[in-house]
């Protein structure tokens, strides 16, 4: 592939991706390969050696702290690395025999090269978390389907996953989280070099209106911006030329102008905020549900909250003629007649528009 090619701008297209997925397969053996190497590393320089630990020997504080200088990564992507190592590492038990690897599934995949250092670190941090007072066998069982589902994916992909998995299998202890996340929300402001500096950090739930409103004034901002194509030269003084970032630095702008003089509308290209849910979870007041655009799942209690802070009574349909509000709506419900809402079979999608 590479023979007659001196750099890769010499290669075509088929080539380019076939190098691309081999350049791929190499770096997952290289991951497995260098988890296995920190596992042994991480055994030679446990704590009870003291001064005859190998990281000690070699001037290192810990195992993290040697992989990370020698390979050139950070601490934490050193410390993830080495946890990945010690949950595929093989076992023994009491007497010496050969035991299974902490996550067999996790091991299984990493040293076939189905799946990279990163991604099972992922993985591997979520099981040490839902492995804690959950039966072992529900565990395996996650395991192995995480494992089947993160193979191929990206690792934003595989974090979105995780996140799914953690909220059905701690459905009880999300409710307990998602106030913890509520009492921790801030907004700081301070002024330096003539710019005012913003720093939020609310829940998702709140901050899903946000993220709602200003994504649909820059859509608005992109549309007007195809419209007058052909018609303002591109490069022109009269074109707008913002990026995304300067985009939603104005739509908060005009949000909070528009609170201050709340006369007309801004052009938010009808953005709204989508919540999905179960019929029988919503029913029930158990399980969670998702917001379109936002990977962290709600609980019921918390979307329950949304829909009645948003002016919207969600109702959703399982059967002819019955909504879960027993009101005999198949219609999600709004309390006023300026909000837009559908329905689909297993999903409540309601979102309340600004009143005109």
């Known amino acids: ?46 704590p009870e050696l003291g001064a005859d630990s190998l990281a000690k020997q070699q001037g290192f504080r810990n195992t993290a702290q040697l ?112 106030e913890e996340r509520r009492a921790a929300r801030s907004l700081s402001m301070f002024e330096r070099d003539g710019m005012l500096h913003l720093n939020l950090i609310t829940p998702v739930e709140e901050g899903a209106p946000i993220k709602a409103a200003i994504d649909g004034y ?25 990026t995304v970032t300067m985009m939603r630095a104005d739509a908060l702008t005009l949000f909070c102008a528009h609170m201050l003089d709340c006369d007309s509308r801004m052009p938010v290209s009808g953005a709204t905020v989508i919540v999905r849910i179960n019929a029988a979870d919503l029913d029930a007041g158990t399980g969670s549900g998702t917001i379109d655009g936002i990977d962290q799942p709600l609980s019921v209690t918390a979307i329950r909250r949304m829909a009645a802070a948003g002016g919207v009574i969600p109702a959703c349909s399982t059967a002819p003629g019955r909504s879960s509000t027993g009101d005999g709506n198949d219609d999600c419900s709004p309390n006023n007649r300026n909000s837009r809402s559908s329905t689909e079979t297993a999903d409540a999608r309601c979102a309340g528009s600004h009143p005109t």
């Open 1 to 46: 592939m590479w023979a007659d090619a001196s750099t890769a701008a010499d290669l075509d297209r088929s080539d380019l991706v076939a190098v691309t997925c081999a350049i791929g397969s190499a770096r997952r053996a290289l991951d497995a390969l260098q988890a296995d190497v920190a596992a042994a590393i991480a055994h030679e320089s446990r």
């Open 67 to 178: 992989i990370a200088t020698t390979t050139g990564t950070s601490a934490g992507d050193a410390a993830r690395l080495l946890k990945v190592g010690e949950a595929i590492a093989p076992r023994q038990n009491l007497l010496g025999e050969p035991a299974p690897a902490k996550y067999p599934a996790v091991q299984a995949a990493v040293t076939s090269g189905r799946l990279g250092g990163a991604g099972a670190a992922l993985i591997v941090e979520f099981l040490d978390r839902a492995r804690i007072g959950t039966d072992k066998t529900l565990v395996a069982d996650v395991e192995q389907q995480l494992v089947q589902r993160a193979v191929g994916l990206s690792l934003d992909d595989v974090r979105r996953l995780v996140t799914r998995a953690e909220a059905v299998l701690e459905d009880d202890r999300l409710e307990a989280r998602e």
């Open 218 to 242: 820059v859509t608005a901002q992109f549309q007007a911006r195809k419209d007058t194509a052909g018609v303002v030269d591109a490069g022109g003084a009269d074109a707008d030329q913002r």
